[in-house]
């Protein structure tokens, strides 16, 4: 369903960037996953979708995508306010490394794509485009022609206004993750924006008109 909008021209586009990622990118099968062909097409697919209009240049910084069957335990270390580092493990379907590879579970990534709103693929994909300036951080390198002003403000906007509907219990638009920092408000924004683009344009119009501009796409449009 996420792929039924396209037209001629971007589903022959999509299939030709897919093939390309599959022999530029190497998927790893993790704790007993095999991957097989159909699910690589899946994963490859999805991860193509952001970049349709940008290339497969944004992708050109790494090269490995390891999958496990379900979610994964993940080894964190933070820093508290008075500099004592803590260790610790955390459960996660997805994970993105800077100039490291995209880890995905296949749990979440073969089921994504059906419109819910939320899409694995396009979360962790859309980190490594927010990574290509460094650290993610929900301002990834803009186009010649965008704003950076704008962005900011559109972003910053949106952002505190998501943490404050969620202190307040107000109705949230998405998936209340997009409150943990500007990078995952970005990465929440650009798979809603890919599968329920009338959710971020009826409630962040500035956050919409941005993400059309960054991804060269106009999901609503495709409808």
Known sequence: ???AGLSAWERRHLQELAILFLHDKTLTGAGGLEIRTDMALVIA????LPILALGLDWYDDWV???VYPAGFLARHSEMDESGVMHEGHRHLDGESWLRGP???SWSGAGSAGGLDGTNLVIHEFAHKLDMRNGSANGFPPLHREM??????????AAFKDFQARLETGAGLPFDNYAAESPAEFFAVSSEVFFEQPDWIRG???????QLRRFYRQDPIARR
């Open 203 to 209: 409630t962040y119009p500035e956050v919409y008109h």
């Open 147 to 156: 704003d950076v002003d704008s962005w900011t403000q559109a972003f910053s």
């Open 1 to 3: 369903p996420l792929l």
């Open 102 to 104: 995209v880890v995905l």
């Open 45 to 48: 697919l999805q991860a193509c």
């Open 64 to 66: 490995q995508v390891i």
